[in-house]
């Protein structure tokens, strides 16, 4: 069988092309400049400025790294939370506050030291995205399909906005929704049916203080990922082909890069690329001014869901039915090291200090038991590991010495 014509292993899943190790660029997906679509309602005249906030991947460019020392050795647990549906959402650290979503339909603010309840905002629906923290304000969608905006001290709400028609899962393994990213105006947020009859989902922005619409751009099928940013320019994945960069002012295409399997990975931001994984089974890694390949590994067959967490020129990810975890040089693709987990991974790892955390699970019956690992960032070796209760979907989060991280059972587990 031709290296191009190998497809996916995975039963009643749609077949894709395939990117093996070492491939060619000539199998890779074509670049497409400035596609025409969707609406772009023209918004100028503020500074794009990334603000310093907390949510999603640590920061706006997605890069998964925490300060602290983490938890190199596991003393044990140093509390747990229990909600009443799984926790999906990736928790999100605000000085004492840890603020996370659950499948009950609340979101909710616990004390990070002991796990005290604090506050809790019920919506209409499954709170499958991470919140995003800025100046005070909690911004996270619901699939009721709104947006929210809450005082991060005390919950109350300040505004919420249609963002989303209809954001229920597209198929079985469509367990997130996209996590919103900010700058000092704008608040930004994939979408997955767009918010009147006549349009498809994509990505939208609204004003941060009163949750107005500013623009929408459709993509086909709509969005899951969660957009990063720098300076001016959005990146996000579309559920089906396409990976984009936006203008955050105006909503304009910049340029668009088909993918053949579509993308809900979020993407992280290096200095001069992005990187992201498909359900095509590759992890591509883009010009971050052009979005022309510079490198893709394959992956077997296996779809890649997560994000990539970066450090020191290495990236670090996971794939699903192959069950390993990668370490990779961001430059070349060069694999650093690999190894084989428990489980698919589906959760996006996190760095503090010299270790790697990630997570795996059995995507093929969710009530299994999940795993989070510890792994030696420069060989790849365990240093410990933890079963929840369930299938472990949300992604481990580090503040200090403690790693946090929600599991299907309903628990968010705080270890030390």
Known sequence: MRLEDQVSSLSGLPKFSRIPPGASMSVLPKLVLFKSVGLALALTGWPALTLTSSGFRSDA????????PGVPALHGVKWKFKTSGPIRSTPVPYGNLVIFGSGDGFVYALRSD????????????????????????VYFTSRDGFLYAVQAQSGATQWKARYDRDSKAKDAWDYYLSSPVADSQAVYVGSSTGITPMQDGGLLAFTRNSG???WSQELFQGVRSSPALRGDV???????????????????????ADISGGVPSSPVLGKNMVYFGSRDSNFYALDSKSGKIRWGHGNGGSWVVPSAAFANNTLY????????MFAMDAATGKVKWQRPLAGNIFASPALAA???YTASFNAYATKEPGTLYALDVATGKERWHFQAGAAILSSPVIV?????????????????
């Open 61 to 68: 460019l997605h890069s998964g790294t925490f300060d602290g």
């Open 114 to 137: 002991n796990g005290a309840l604090v506050w809790k905002v019920q919506t209409g629906g499954d709170v499958a995205s991470s919140p995003l923290v800025v100046d005070g304000t």
């Open 212 to 214: 107005r619409l500013l």
């Open 234 to 256: 959005l990146y996000v994945g579309a559920w089906k082909f396409d990976f984009v960069a936006l203008n955050a002012q105006t909503g304009k295409l910049l340029w668009s």
């Open 317 to 324: 990810y996971g794939n699903s039915d192959q069950k390993m």
């Open 354 to 356: 010299n270790t790697v």
């Open 400 to 416: 200090r010495d403690t790693v946090f991280f929600g599991s299907d059972d309903g628990i968010l587990y705080a270890l030390h």
